[in-house]
């Protein structure tokens, strides 16, 4: 088969390596991909949104599949135009329709389709500048703190948490004033839950679906989970906390009433779905969908998928996922990003990384990378993700650091504490 793989960081860097393995593949083509993915596939100058293009190069290369990685080709309705086109009718899409991609590109969207199926979540309340004042109602309804999301896409930052109920509420006055564009003309308020969180991935046809090892994502630039939100600094998998019941209740709460909910409702859905879980009590409940992998939590977990990833894909694209298994490494695993300083802010970019070529026991996967005369520079915040897998967290966390240390690019940042938070509440995991 030929593919072709959307989305230039980490998670594809990641996708593209475990595709690359597969007895089924012919070639691999990564639109627009990074200095990783040049190493096991072919790298093609095409946005990865630039669907006119993606469809002349899919022609002329005979593109079978389109594995699409980031979210924006999705929400831009990449599968509905690869599937209404009579001429690329046949190059079957991994990801949802455009319909699906709403889980994600409209928090409402996701809300309203969790109370038509029961599925756990926070209570809520959608508010446009006209019911500004059922807004301002809500909140007072609510406890501290509160939680205030643009409805729309807003590069991870359309979510603020406020502690008080005035500031609440001259918040809310200036999301739906716009600042976050288009994407808090509406804004959902909710109540806060409080827990850990954990990130689930699943992976459906539509009918059935298989669940990946669950990770837990570092979010905050800082140690400690302080400072300014990211992509995500790190992450490992499995998590305690995600244990055999709980997980029982993830399946039977969310994820059969997700897939069934979509298949009920006719919306085409074949391709990852992501929960973002927060584990209240004993109880799961759904933060939010992504109608995708997660970054960093992808370079964690493809790497403990056994099964061959292509063919579970051929499964996802012929409603046959069910008739294949999904077998999963019992050891454990972890990604640590390398930044750029200054990112999440400002930073600079071009410079040279030296030591790739000395790491051993780890795998390297760019994300903000380029080959530029021969050797390899940086070329956006997050770098890379340094992932291990040990028999437990802590040996896994040890090859990473140590092979962090060999690659050398300046003003390198990481975060030296992840993973951390589990071992001192449950040890040697
Ligand atoms: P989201 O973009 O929806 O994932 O939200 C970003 C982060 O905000 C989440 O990872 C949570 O840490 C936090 N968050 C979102 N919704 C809630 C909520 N209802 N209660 C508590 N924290 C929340
Ligand atoms: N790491 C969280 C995300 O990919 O959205």
């Not at 009590?281 to 997660?294: F, L, Q």
């Not at 294949?324 to 750029?340: G, P, T």
Request: contains cysteine; charged residues 25%; negative net charge.
């Amino acid at each position: 088969m030929n593919l072709l793989l959307l989305g230039s960081g980490g998670r594809e860097h990641a996708l593209a390596w475990k595709l690359s393995e597969s007895p089924l593949l012919n070639r691999l083509y990564i639109a627009p991909g990074n200095a990783g993915t040049a190493a096991v596939g072919t790298n093609v100058p095409i946005g990865a949104t630039d669907f006119d293009a993606l469809k002349t190069f899919s022609l002329d290369h005979g593109i079978d599949m389109i594995v699409v990685g980031p979210e924006a080709p999705l929400v831009e309705g990449v599968y509905d135009f690869f599937h209404g086109d009579e001429e690329t009718r046949h190059i079957r899409v991994i990801g949802p329709s455009k319909e699906g991609a709403m889980l994600e590109g409209s928090k409402d969207f996701a809300k309203n389709f969790m109370v038509r199926h029961q599925i756990p979540t926070a209570r809520f309340l959608t508010v446009s500048s006209e019911t500004i004042e059922e807004g301002y109602a809500f909140i007072d309804s609510l406890p501290s703190p509160y939680v205030l999301k643009a409805d729309g896409l807003a590069a991870g930052k359309g979510v603020l948490i406020v502690d008080d109920a005035d500031n609440a509420k001259r918040q809310l006055g200036e999301m739906l004033d716009g600042q976050f564009g288009e994407a808090s003309r509406r804004v959902v308020i909710e109540e806060f839950l409080s827990g850990v969180e954990c990130s689930v991935f699943v992976l459906t046809d539509g009918k059935s679906y298989k669940i990946l090892p669950v990770a837990k994502d570092y979010k905050r630039i800082g140690e400690g989970d302080s400072g300014l939100n990211t992509g995500g600094m790190g992450a490992v998998s499995p998590v305690p906390f995600a244990d055999a019941d709980f997980m029982e209740k993830v399946r039977t709460r969310i994820v059969e009433p997700t897939v069934n909910g979509l298949r009920e409702e006719g919306i085409p859905y074949k391709g990852f779905i992501f929960l973002g879980l927060i584990k209240v009590g004993e109880d799961p409940k759904v933060i939010e969908y992504n109608a995708r992998m997660g970054d960093p939590e992808t370079q964690a977990v493809i790497p403990l998928v056994q099964s061959d990833l292509l063919d579970l894909m051929v499964g996802v694209a012929t409603e046959t996922l069910g008739e294949r298994s999904l077998v999963i490494d019992s050891r454990h695993a972890v990604a640590v990003v390398m930044a750029s300083g200054g990112y999440p802010g400002s930073y600079e970019t071009g410079k040279p990384i030296d030591g790739l070529g000395e790491v051993s026991e780890s795998l390297v996967f760019h994300a903000g990378t380029k080959e530029v005369d021969g050797g390899v520079v940086t070329s956006g915040g997050r770098v890379l993700a340094v992932t291990s897998l040990g028999a437990t967290m802590g040996e896994a966390l040890e090859a990473s650091y140590r092979n962090i240390e060999k690659i050398r690019f300046e003003k390198r940042y990481f975060r030296r504490d992840i993973g951390k938070d589990i071992k001192e509440a449950y040890g040697t995991y």
